[in-house]
């Protein structure tokens, strides 16, 4: 999955490509990992997100444009889950 961060990585789509229902697939997933996947791709975008601010120049929005694309407005979670202030 980290290789494939700017793609939509849904619960729909994983399972589609593991050969598995969602509802297996999620539960499997989160039996290895402790993780749903969905929180696991949340945390592998902001994990990417925070390399990307703490090694470039790049601004939180084109960061967010990059790395972040799913629903919901990442350019303002960003800081918080990975504890930088808006600047």
Known sequence: MAGRLG???????????????????????????GLTPTRAVERLRVEAAHQLLSETRLPLKRIAALRLRQRGNHAAQLPARAGHRAQ
């Open 7 to 33: 793609d939509e990585l849904t619960l729909s789509r994983l399972a589609a490509e593991a050969g598995m229902s969602e509802r297996s697939f999620g539960r499997r997933y989160q039996a290895s990992t």
